[in-house]
C-alpha cells in the first residue's frame, strides 16, 4: 500500500495538467484507456527517490542554465549583492523512461517523490525560495527520462571588491553552483549551452552599474571531504561615474573656487574672509563625510575620490591660511612703520627743535629706511644719533637695543609689500589645482584601464572567451 501511494499522487497529477483541449470528462476517459497511466504507475512502483540514477553505474550529468531576472543591490559596505534567479537543472534518469515522445508536467509539490540534484550556492549569505502563490517549483519529465527540475530563487552572495579606484571602477563578480553531497565520482555539472546559458544579464539595468561582459566556467571544488563539481559565472560590473560627478566631483570643485574669491576681498575686511575660508572648510568637511558614510571603513581602501576631495580640502585649507600669512605680513608691516614713528617722536621729544630739525632734514624716504633695516645698514634713527651727536647715556644704550631687536624682527618677517601675496596666489592657486587634476585623472584612468586587464586575466580561464553584451544577444 505505501508502495503504491507515490504512483496514485503521480497518476492523478498527470491526470489533472493534461486537460485543456477537449472536455474533462473525455481527457480523463481517454487517459484511462491509454496505456500511460499503468506505465507510470509500474515505473514508480519501484522507484526509490533516495538512489541518484544511475546508481553504482557511473555520475549522473545534470545540465545547468540561468535567468538572471534582476539584480536587486549591490553593497559595497556588506561586499555582496542581490540576485533573483531562475535556475533550471536537467538530467537522465533511466528509471522514468516511458513509450511515446511527449512531456509531462507534474505538480512542484511532488519534487519530495523524485530524485533532485543537491545543488546550492557557497558564496550564498541569504536566500530564500519564492512560494507566492505555491512554491516556485517545476517539474517536467520526458519520455527519454530527462528530467527538468526549474527554481525561482533570491540569494544575498558576496562578492570581493576592489575599492581603490572607487567611483571609477570595475567589480567582477561571481555566482558559483556546486554539489553538496555528490561529488565527481557520482554527479557531474555543465553548462547546457555553453555562455549562451545563462540569459537576462545583456538586457539588465542596474542604477549605479552596467554589465559590461560575462562568461561561464566549468572546475572542480576541492574540500576535506573530496572534489565536487562546480559551476561559475563570471560577470564584470562597470560603475557609472556620472552620477558621482555630479553629486561629489562637481560640488567640491565649486567649493576650492569659492575659497578663492577670498583672495579679491580686501585684507582689512577680515570677518568676510574668515567666514568664506571657515565655511568652506567645514562644508568640504561635510562633504566628505557624506561621500565615506556609504562605503566600508577600512584602512586598507584608499579610495579615488578620497584622494580627489583630499586634494580639494588641502586647497580650501590653504586658502584659510594664504589669509593669515597675509593678515601676519600686513600687521607686521604696519607694525615696524609704527614703532619707526615711536622713536623718531622720543627723538624729537629728548633733544628739542634743534635735533628734530637735523632730523627732518636727514631723514631718509620709508622705502630707504625698510630696505636698509632689512638689510641691516645703519639709516634712520642710527643716522640720528650721528647727526646730532646723541651718544652715550642710559637712555641712548636702551634705544639703540631696541633698535637693533627692531630691525632684526624686521629683516625676517617685514617683507617690502605684503599684499603681493594675494596677488600671487590668484594665480598660483588656480594653475596649482589644474596642473592637479591633470595628474589625477589621467594616473586613475589610466590606471582604471590596466587593472581591467589584469582583472579579466586573473578570472578568464584557459579556453574561454570572454563575452560581451552586443555578443549575447
Wanted: aromatic content about 12%; charged content about 20%.
Amino acid at each position: 500500500m505505501s508502495v503504491r501511494l507515490p504512483a496514485l499522487c503521480l497518476t492523478l497529477c498527470l491526470t489533472f495538467t493534461q486537460s485543456g483541449s477537449t472536455s474533462s470528462n473525455n481527457h480523463r476517459a481517454e487517459w484511462k484507456d491509454s496505456q500511460l497511466q499503468p506505465i507510470i504507475q509500474k515505473l514508480m512502483k519501484g522507484y526509490n527517490c533516495y538512489l541518484r540514477p544511475n546508481f553504482n553505474e557511473g555520475p549522473v550529468e545534470i545540465g545547468m542554465s540561468l535567468d538572471i531576472a534582476s539584480i536587486d543591490a549591490v553593497s559595497e559596505i556588506n561586499m555582496d549583492y542581490t540576485a533573483t534567479i531562475f535556475l533550471r537543472q536537467r538530467g537522465r534518469d533511466s528509471r522514468l523512461v516511458f513509450p511515446g515522445n511527449k512531456s509531462v508536467s507534474v505538480d512542484g509539490r511532488l519534487v519530495s517523490l523524485l530524485w533532485i540534484p543537491d545543488t546550492f550556492i557557497p558564496d550564498s549569505k541569504r536566500s530564500f525560495l519564492h512560494d507566492v502563490t505555491v512554491e516556485n517549483r517545476l517539474i517536467r519529465i520526458f519520455s527519454n527520462g530527462t528530467v527538468l527540475y526549474a527554481l525561482r530563487i533570491t540569494a544575498t552572495i558576496a562578492c570581493n571588491m576592489d575599492l581603490t579606484k572607487y567611483p571609477m571602477d570595475r567589480q567582477v563578480c561571481t555566482l558559483q553552483l556546486e554539489s553538496w553531497g555528490y561529488n565527481l565520482q557520482d554527479v557531474v555539472f555543465f553548462w547546457t549551452r555553453g555562455n549562451d546559458s545563462v540569459k537576462g544579464l545583456d538586457i539588465l539595468r542596474l542604477a549605479q552599474y552596467s554589465v559590461e561582459s560575462y562568461y561561464t566556467s566549468v572546475s572542480e571544488a576541492a574540500y576535506e571531504t573530496g572534489q565536487y563539481p562546480k559551476l561559475v559565472l563570471h560577470f564584470a560590473l562597470r560603475r557609472n561615474v556620472l552620477f558621482f560627478i555630479l553629486e561629489t566631483y562637481v560640488p567640491s570643485v565649486l567649493l576650492v573656487l569659492l575659497s578663492w574669491v577670498s583672495f579679491w576681498i580686501s585684507q582689512s575686511s577680515v570677518p568676510a574672509r574668515t567666514c568664506i575660508g571657515v565655511t568652506t572648510v567645514l562644508t568640504m568637511t561635510t562633504l566628505m563625510t557624506g561621500a565615506r558614510s556609504s562605503l566600508p571603513n577600512a584602512n586598507c581602501f584608499i579610495k579615488a575620490i578620497d584622494v580627489y576631495l583630499g586634494i580639494c580640502f588641502t586647497f580650501i585649507f590653504g586658502a584659510l591660511v594664504e589669509y593669515a600669512c597675509a593678515h601676519f605680513y600686513t600687521m607686521q608691516h604696519l607694525t615696524v612703520e609704527d614703532l619707526h614713528r615711536e622713536l623718531q617722536r622720543e627723538l624729537n621729544e629728548a633733544n628739542g627743535n634743534g635735533s628734530a630739525h637735523i632730523l627732518r632734514s636727514i631723514q631718509p624716504s620709508r622705502s630707504t629706511a625698510e630696505v636698509g633695516s632689512a638689510a641691516g645698514t645703519d639709516t634712520g634713527a642710527g643716522a640720528l644719533e650721528k647727526a646730532s651727536g646723541w651718544r652715550g647715556g642710559c637712555c641712548g644704550r636702551g634705544l639703540s637695543s631696541v633698535k637693533d631687536a627692531s630691525r632684526r624682527a624686521a629683516a625676517v618677517f617685514t617683507m617690502e609689500n605684503p599684499y603681493d601675496i594675494d596677488r600671487r596666489a590668484r594665480s598660483v592657486f588656480p594653475m596649482a589645482f589644474l596642473f592637479v587634476n591633470i595628474l589625477y585623472w589621467l594616473y586613475y584612468l589610466f590606471l582604471g584601464r590596466g587593472s581591467a586587464s589584469s582583472l579579466e586575466t586573473r578570472y578568464h580561464p584557459p579556453g574561454f572567451k570572454l563575452i560581451s553584451k552586443a555578443f549575447c544577444k
